[in-house]
């Protein structure tokens, strides 16, 4: 039997951690929120507070988890999120070459992207 490969990804992603976002697509459509995650293999990104799902929990006592059913994020398939700018309009992402750094640029206004450290 021959062995399964992973499929190869061909398109960039574009979004980076912290990067602000909306949801154009899904049950959560217009629903804002901060990236916490990118999964680059999968295409996908874990929105803060979008979503939510829950999961039942086993008690872990040695960690300090309490049983029950616990709220998380599920990830959001890349294609269905877009950027917000600085002036909070979305926008798909460009980018531009300054001297030997690479600056990402919102193409709905033409302004940088500003690079959020955390």
């Not at 949801?23 to 293999?41: C, H, P, Q, S, T």
């Not at 996908?44 to 006592?61: A, C, D, F, S, Y």
């Not at 300054?98 to 640029?105: L, Q």
């Amino acid at each position: 039997m021959p062995k399964k490969h992973k499929p190869i990804v061909k398109s960039k992603i574009k979004i980076k951690r912290n990067d602000q976002v909306e949801i154009i697509a899904g049950k959560d459509k217009g629903k804002r929120g901060r990236v916490l995650r990118v999964i680059a293999d999968k295409q996908r990104v874990l929105v803060e507070h979008v979503g939510m799902i829950k999961k039942h929990v086993k008690p872990n006592p040695q960690r300090n988890i309490k049983g029950g059913i616990a709220e998380q994020e599920s990830p959001v398939h890349i294609s269905n999120v877009m950027l917000v700018d600085a002036e909070g309009n979305k926008t798909r992402v460009g980018a531009r070459v300054d001297g030997d750094k690479r600056v990402r640029i919102s193409r709905a206004s033409g302004n940088d992207i500003p690079e959020k450290k955390k």
